[in-house]
């Protein structure tokens, strides 16, 4: 039997997915490392501690299953989007990553708007947020200006993962697309943008394809982690494109819900470029010459975490959720809005903060924990009903992942809220099972993702919208909107 091996890289661990060619997931295996936090409002990591990861992951992999030492084929990346690692002429980090929850750029945000305007998103088709590379790279140009005199080239993790094993620096259009420099229709780096900020383009990696080769295991690698063939090495993708992709979403019609401590809504684009005018981010997809859409809800789980922590620290999350289809739709007229942390889409507003509204003396905490699901449902739907206005799409079903595909009452509040079909998987590994498809594909197994995904991709429940409950649900998102123009003004801003 012949392998892959999917490696995805994110915020808090790696995670290794070793599948077989007829798409049988053999193992799953994870090394956790922390995030550092020097100063507020600072989030790093030491790219050193992902090489340990990787290392441990492979070597448990292959102790667990010895005959995959010579039949692993082909490995490929996920990895966590828009994070700054900077290395020298040697290939040698000079400092920590900056990573994508980083939120120190917003004055350099407000100077990238402020500098090339609606050229951003002309270019780019984003708006400048705190969580994009650029900004990253504009504060090391401006507050450490020793390490910028250093920098021989920028990557993103997962890049720096495919450097680590092949030697080779390069980065694929759908991470390169997260960075505010890429040229999302000419997929080459913008020469406009780059001067506008004095940025050498020889600091640019080169540009491929997700399923392009970009080497094969270094030997000392190979011997150190006990592979004993030749293994070749594919560029891999973001995460969520990977996710995307590991999801079976590869249809116009079909959506992807996610909602783990933020939330996003995702919609596979085709090969056609949609103007969002920035509502939305719009990035190049690992499928070649295609794209992808999503909205982020910044406080999805984590609302939800919250409450739990705040009211009902001694009840399990089954347990919290467990009666919430006692109480009516509408939460008996109690609104959330999940801004906790202020939000993404569609508001792109750091300063608002979450409201419940219209609480009585009637309200139990089942009517709180409805009404939370509610909401952060209701604002995953802010962003599928951009994309429904903007470019006129219809979702015939949606994927549900994350914390919202596990509990059978909030997977019928999606499929009544989204009017639309609600499908989950058999087993959720999206990003690194999303890896694992561009290394089968990459290799030749399959002609393309839909191929492979009819192999690899298994879902498993089906949940229908009743229609009675949607009438009901589109009265209440109707309210639900107006929440937040009726609170904005009531916050303080910085």
Not at 59 to 65: D, G, N, Y
Not at 119 to 143: C, Y
Not at 300 to 305: D, K, T
Request: hydrophobic content about 40%; proline content about 3%; aromatic content about 10%.
């Amino acid at each position: 039997m012949k392998y892959v091996l999917g490696l995805d890289l994110g915020t808090s661990s790696l995670k290794g997915l070793l599948v077989s060619k007829n798409g049988e997931v053999v193992i799953s295996c994870s090394s956790d490392y922390p995030v550092l936090y020097p100063e507020l409002g600072f989030s790093e990591q030491d790219p050193r501690e992902w090489i340990y990861a990787v290392k441990t992951v492979i070597k448990q992999i292959l102790t667990e299953v010895p005959f995959a030492k010579n039949n692993i084929e082909a490995i490929s990346f996920s990895g966590q989007m828009h994070s700054l690692v900077l290395i020298d002429d040697a290939g040698v980090p000079i400092r920590n990553a900056i990573l994508w929850n980083d939120v120190r750029t917003t004055k350099e945000c407000a100077y990238i708007t402020e500098k090339i305007g609606e050229d951003l998103i002309k270019v780019t088709k984003n708006r400048a947020l705190e969580g994009f590379t650029l900004p990253k790279i504009l504060w090391i140009m401006q507050n450490e200006r020793d390490v910028w005199k250093k920098v021989h080239h920028f990557l993103l993790p997962k890049d720096y993962l495919g450097f680590w094993f092949t030697g080779n620096k390069q980065m694929e259009f759908s991470d390169a697309a997260g960075t505010l420099l890429l040229d999302i229709e000419k997929k080459a780096w913008s020469s406009h943008i780059l001067k506008a900020f004095n940025i050498p383009e020889n600091i640019c990696p080169k540009l491929v394809n997700s399923t392009d080769k970009i080497g094969t295991v270094r030997k000392e690698i190979a011997n150190e982690l006990g592979i004993e063939t030749e293994v070749a090495v594919y560029a891999g993708g973001a995460d969520n494109a990977c996710a995307a992709i590991g999801s079976g979403i590869a249809r116009e019609d079909t959506g992807l819900s996610s909602i783990g401590t933020s939330g996003v809504f995702l919609s596979y684009e085709g090969n056609s470029v949609k103007d969002y005018k920035g509502t939305l981010h719009f990035f190049n997809h690992v499928v070649k010459d295609c794209y992808y859409s999503m909205g982020v809800t910044l406080s999805a789980g984590n609302s939800l975490s919250w409450f739990k922590k705040t009211f009902a620290e001694k009840l399990n999350f089954e347990e919290l959720l467990d009666d919430i289809d006692r109480i009516e739709i509408g939460s008996n007229n109690l609104l959330f809005t999940p801004y906790l942390l202020g939000e993404r889409t569609p508001y792109a507003d750091s300063q608002i903060r979450g409201s419940f509204v219209g609480i009585d003396v009637n309200h139990t905490k089942l009517h709180f924990t409805r009404a939370i699901l509610e909401g952060i449902t209701f604002s995953l739907k802010d962003s599928m009903k951009i994309m429904q206005n903007n470019a006129g799409k219809q979702f015939k079903r949606i994927v549900s992942i994350g914390g919202g595909a596990r509990n059978r009452h909030w997977l019928q509040m999606q499929a009544d809220i989204f009017d639309s079909t609600i499908l989950t998987l058999k087993a959720e590994q999206c990003p690194s099972l999303g890896a694992a498809m561009i290394a089968a594909v990459g290799k030749g197994w399959y002609e393309d993702f839909k191929s492979c995904a009819d192999k690899f991709v298994i879902f498993d429940n089906t949940f229908y919208p009743v229609q009675k409950h949607v009438e009901k649900y589109k009265k209440n998102y109707e309210l639900y909107k107006r929440v937040y123009p009726a609170t904005k003004s009531i916050y303080m801003t910085n």
